[in-house]
């Protein structure tokens, strides 16, 4: 399932990250690789603040998509 559909607070293991190769690029200099832990700590107005290798991201729905867990 996407990360968007992810409960806010429980920790989910990265599978899959979708899109285009800039995006995978990006998404992977972030810390989204697979098999890594990632959870979501807040959500406003549909974009999402994520917990991913002892730092916090800030991730707009179009992005969290892309991320399957």
Not at 34 to 54: A, F, P, R
């Amino acid at each position: 399932m996407p990360l968007t559909m992810a409960v806010t607070g429980a920790v989910s293991t990265v599978k899959k990250i979708t899109g285009t190769d800039s995006i995978r690029q990006f998404l992977g200099s972030l810390g989204f690789v697979t098999g890594e832990k990632v959870s979501i700590v807040s959500e406003v107005g549909g974009d999402l603040i994520v917990s991913v290798k002892d730092s916090r991201v800030a991730l707009s729905r179009a992005l969290a998509v892309k991320i399957i867990v």
